[in-house]
């Protein structure tokens, strides 16, 4: 089954490499138009089916909620994504309670924005897809532990509760984030934080991990708490970290992760905290390529050591040389080589007058 893709929008380099970055999907599915304004966008809605519109914010004589709303009247399953402000707090209500999948600031993050497209035209999720479950766990494992996340969802009243991994994919969910455009940027930041918390806990001989990660404000508060090495919860909702409820939140997501590493480490898919001093040192095969290099090294250190007889001369080169002997050494050379011709070709005017070259100055 076809996609029809619609780009809208003044800007033809825009255009082009949106055009192109959909292109990287190497799906052939997906058939993509585009248009400089909203009346040629209307035109080509008339022509083909669109089920996904692309639009910036604003177009000359439309806005681009409005193209959607008249697109969105000749095909009713349309989907849209918008270009524009989006640190315009009122333009981002509107358009996303316009029902827009996603709004993009410029310039567009291209990962996002195919990932959004990707779910507006539910295709395989190919830039941030979910672990597989059969690659860690039972189908009717996973949907237990989703159970679990959905009951502490409605319990805590969040807006959405996320498990990752250490990737940053997504192990199980309930619920959305307010605005999931930036989701693949955010998951990522995450994971990095993840990794980076991991570094700490090292570093300070943590034996079991206790971190807690407070973002407040914003579409709503994130809570981001690691169930151990290996994955970790991110909470969303409002008023989560608020003074008089913090320490509420806090409690019961740490509870919560209690129960999460419980039912992962039912499923083996868990890990430990290594500590630095317990980590093993790798052994290494006497055998190996890198033993025999450091072998061969160390054999030809100890053959660039001197000979006895370069010892001896080192040796007697420590004696110490008079002044006048060395003053002796250099006037005698000057001599031997005084009336040496730098030439070959050339002889001296002393050397020419002895041969009879050169007329006696004694004549």
Do not use: C
């Given at each position: 089954?076809?996609?029809?893709?619609?780009?809208?929008?003044?800007?033809?380099?825009?255009?082009?490499?949106?055009?192109?970055?959909l292109?990287?999907?190497?799906?052939?599915?997906?058939e993509?138009?585009?248009?400089?304004?909203?009346?040629?966008?209307?035109?080509?809605?008339?022509?083909?089916?669109?089920?996904?519109?692309?639009?910036?914010?604003?177009?000359?004589?439309?806005?681009?909620?409005?193209l959607?709303?008249?697109?969105?009247?000749?095909?009713?399953?349309?989907?849209?994504?918008?270009?524009?402000?989006?640190?315009?707090?009122?333009?981002?209500?509107?358009?996303?309670?316009?029902?827009?999948?996603?709004?993009?600031?410029?310039?567009?993050?291209?990962?996002?924005?195919?990932?959004?497209?990707?779910?507006?035209?539910?295709?395989?999720?190919?830039?941030?897809?979910?672990?597989?479950?059969?690659?860690?766990?039972?189908?009717a494992?996973?949907?237990?532990?989703?159970?679990?996340?959905?009951?502490?969802?409605?319990?805590?009243?969040?807006?959405?509760?996320?498990?990752?991994n250490d990737?940053?994919?997504?192990?199980?969910?309930?619920?959305?984030?307010?605005?999931?455009?930036?989701?693949?940027?955010?998951?990522?930041?995450?994971?990095?934080?993840?990794?980076?918390?991991?570094?700490?806990?090292?570093?300070?001989?943590?034996?079991?991990?206790?971190?807690?990660?407070?973002?407040?404000?914003?579409?709503?508060?994130?809570?981001?708490?690691?169930?151990?090495?290996?994955?970790?919860?991110?909470?969303?909702?409002?008023g989560?970290?608020?003074?008089q409820?913090v320490?509420?939140?806090?409690?019961?997501?740490?509870?919560?992760?209690?129960?999460?590493?419980?039912?992962?480490?039912?499923?083996?898919?868990?890990?430990?905290?290594?500590?630095?001093d317990?980590?093993?040192?790798?052994?290494?095969?006497?055998?190996?390529?890198?033993?025999?290099?450091?072998?061969?090294?160390?054999?030809d250190?100890?053959?660039?050591?001197?000979?006895?007889?370069?010892?001896?001369?080192?040796?007697?080169?420590?004696?110490?040389?008079d002044?006048?002997?060395?003053?002796?050494?250099?006037?005698?050379?000057?001599?031997?080589?005084?009336?040496?011709?730098?030439?070959?070709?050339?002889?001296?005017?002393?050397?020419?007058?002895?041969?009879?070259?050169?007329?006696?100055?004694?004549?």
């Open positions: 089954m076809s996609h029809g893709i619609l780009l809208v929008g003044e800007n033809y380099d825009i255009l082009k490499l949106l055009h192109s970055t292109d990287s999907l190497k799906n052939l599915e997906l993509i138009y585009e248009a400089p304004s909203g009346e040629e966008a209307l035109l080509e809605a008339s022509r083909h089916r669109i089920d996904l519109l692309v639009t910036a914010v604003l177009l000359p004589g439309i806005t681009g909620v409005e959607m709303h008249k697109i969105r009247s000749r095909h009713p399953d349309l989907k849209s994504i918008f270009i524009g402000d989006a640190s315009d707090r009122k333009v981002r209500e509107k358009v996303l309670n316009s029902g827009a999948s996603a709004l993009f600031d410029k310039p567009v993050p291209l990962a996002d924005f195919l990932d959004a497209v990707e779910r507006s035209l539910e295709l395989e999720r190919t830039i941030l897809p979910s672990e597989s479950p059969g690659d860690v766990m039972s189908a494992r996973q949907a237990r532990l989703s159970d679990l996340l959905a009951n502490f969802r409605q319990d805590m009243q969040a807006r959405a509760i996320l498990l990752l990737r940053g994919l997504v192990l199980a969910r309930a619920g959305d984030l307010y605005d999931n455009s930036m989701e693949v940027s955010l998951l990522s930041a995450m994971s990095a934080i993840h990794n980076a918390g991991l570094k700490v806990s090292r570093y300070v001989h943590q034996e079991t991990l206790a971190a807690y990660y407070v973002f407040g404000g914003g579409d709503h508060d994130l809570l981001f708490i690691p169930v151990d090495p290996m994955y970790a919860l991110l909470v969303a909702g409002d989560l970290v608020a003074e409820r320490v509420e939140t806090v409690q019961a997501i740490s509870a919560l992760s209690a129960r999460v590493e419980k039912s992962l480490k039912s499923m083996g898919v868990t890990d430990e905290l290594i500590l630095p317990e980590a093993e040192q790798p052994v290494v095969d006497s055998k190996s390529p890198a033993s025999l290099r450091k072998k061969k090294k160390s054999q250190e100890q053959s660039e050591s001197p000979s006895p007889e370069l010892e001896g001369l080192l040796k007697k080169g420590k004696k110490q040389i002044v006048n002997d060395l003053d002796t050494y250099w006037d005698q050379a000057a001599e031997k080589q005084r009336g040496v011709p730098t030439n070959s070709d050339v002889i001296s005017y002393e050397e020419a007058r002895k041969m009879g070259l050169a007329p006696d100055k004694d004549r």
